[in-house]
């Protein structure tokens, strides 16, 4: 079968080649999943160029242990070789025997990719334990079965679980527009906080507003931190994310107000949030790191039936309904991730032709 893979890690896509790669074999528990359309996420790119691994190397739990990156409950990280991506659709084909995995023949599933090398989203079959494979409804199309836990259980889990923000105030956020971003807005509307959405281009900042956000700063027009200060009425707000990093990061934590919140969830500039020390120790304020998968890892099953209930509620409902822009082929994979990079929109895979 064809799946994208990487035999090593570079800071380009020189590593990633469309491979002829074994059909997997199923262990028992296990579905093999005919996979119809996948996400591509900014995080599957951190995987190609070895930017968690690098990250893992240098946490002091794996200090010179060369050979086995781990994250904090012992699972290994994915490494080169592997095959790439970490969500997406797919009918199930076959099944390795258990209860469970024999309920899930023939049903069209979200699935979740493991850690393990083989494991990856981005091939015609993908082989995977029944938990990792939910059964949609028809109402869920396949875009959004291609996107359903990362992005949807993020915005849900870092507004909602990490920093519950109450109805009223604000939550600052940046890349306002991505995907990820629009869910936080639309949330907003629903829970009753207040959204300020950053984003790079003014051109973005109209659709945001129609969304719901109360208010978009553009940064190629306007000064972030000033804007935050018009808006809150000198202020500030309570609580932010951010996923771009650098210079932004410390912007955003210059506009909390005292005791205020920022979790940091991802590093789209590439570069690490410049921290105001000073003006955090004057505020008081409070900074967090958040990664999806150890915190789901570090959650009791009942916790995460919970979240996984509500978050399949607010797609229902549209809050966390997501929608892919462009299509590509798995050949086509160059292209692609040009596109994914360029913030047009999201883009998808497509291994069924549709
Ligand atoms: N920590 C976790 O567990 C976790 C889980 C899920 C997602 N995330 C992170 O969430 C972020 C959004 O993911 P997504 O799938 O929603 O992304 P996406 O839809 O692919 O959108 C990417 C967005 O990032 C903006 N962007 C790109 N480079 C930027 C830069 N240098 N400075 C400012 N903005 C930039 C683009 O905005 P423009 O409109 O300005 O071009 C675009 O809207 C990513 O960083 C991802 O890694 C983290």
Not at 35 to 48: G, H, K, L, Q, W
Not at 221 to 232: L, M, Y
Request: charged share 20%.
């Amino acid at each position: 079968m064809k799946a994208l893979t990487v035999d090593r890690h570079a800071d380009d896509f020189s590593c990633v080649k469309l491979s002829d790669v074994e059909r997997p074999v199923l262990r028992s528990g296990q579905v093999l999943v005919r996979m119809s359309a996948s996400a591509i996420n900014p995080s599957d790119f951190n995987v190609i160029h070895g930017r968690y691994l690098q990250a893992l190397q240098r946490a002091v739990w794996n200090y010179q242990k060369p050979t086995s990156y781990l994250l904090p409950r012992g699972q290994p990280l994915k490494r080169a070789p592997c095959t790439l991506g970490s969500e997406g659709v797919g009918v199930v084909e076959a099944v390795g025997g258990g209860l469970f995995a024999r309920r899930l023949l023939g049903r069209r599933v979200a699935v979740v990719a493991a850690d393990s090398p083989e494991s990856g989203t981005w091939a015609e079959y993908l082989a995977v334990d029944a938990n990792r494979a939910l059964p949609l409804p028809k109402d869920i199309d396949d875009a959004q079965g291609a996107m359903f836990f990362i992005n949807p259980m993020t915005a849900y889990i870092l507004t909602r679980e990490v920093l519950r923000v109450p109805r009223g105030e604000y939550l600052l956020q940046t890349a306002g527009g991505s995907a990820l971003g629009r869910m936080v807005v639309r949330l907003g509307r629903r829970f009753g906080f207040r959204t300020i959405s950053i984003v790079r281009r003014v051109e973005r900042a109209a659709e945001l507003r129609r969304l719901g956000s109360d208010a978009v700063i553009a940064t190629d027009s306007e000064d972030a931190f000033t804007r935050v200060a018009e808006i809150t009425g000198g202020a500030g707000v309570g609580y932010a994310i951010d996923s771009v990093g650098g210079q932004l990061g410390g912007e955003v934590l210059r506009c909390l107000s005292p005791r205020g919140r920022l979790v940091c969830y991802g590093t789209l500039s590439q570069q690490n949030t410049v921290l105001p020390v000073r003006e955090m120790m004057m505020s008081l304020a409070s900074i967090q790191g958040f990664y999806l998968g150890n915190w789901l890892a570090s959650q009791s099953k009942w916790k995460l039936f919970s979240v996984l209930h509500n978050v399949r509620k607010l797609i229902g409902t549209g809050e966390l309904r997501a929608s892919a822009e462009r299509q590509f082929n798995l050949s086509d994979y160059e292209t692609a991730f040009a596109y994914a990079r360029s913030g047009a929109g999201k883009a998808l895979f497509r291994m069924d032709g549709g």
